[in-house]
């Protein structure tokens, strides 16, 4: 019957505060993470308002580069008949 009461003891001295400590360290881990996250959808969000206009810019884009694919033909054709 007393060692039951000295395990309890031991239990109670030992295990219990060290679970504790770890159960702390991970809850602080888990605030850290939570705070980053937080972060990273904020920049998420403001990233997302400056992708607004991509759409035009990309079909701006496309329009010059055909543009100057038009052109550079235009003057590979004329180089060709002059070297021809």
């Keep these: 019957m007393t060692l039951w009461w000295i395990g309890n003891i031991v239990l109670l001295v030992v295990v219990v505060p060290v679970l ?9 881990a888990l605030e850290r993470i939570r705070a980053a996250s937080d972060d990273i959808l904020a920049g998420g969000g403001a ?3 400056t992708l607004e206009r991509t759409p035009s810019s990309l079909a701006t884009t496309d329009q010059t580069v055909h543009d100057i694919a038009v052109g550079a033909a235009r003057y590979g054709g004329s180089v060709a008949k002059l070297l021809g």
């Design 20 to 28: 504790v400590a770890l159960l702390n360290r991970v809850l602080a």
């Design 47 to 49: 990233l997302a308002a």
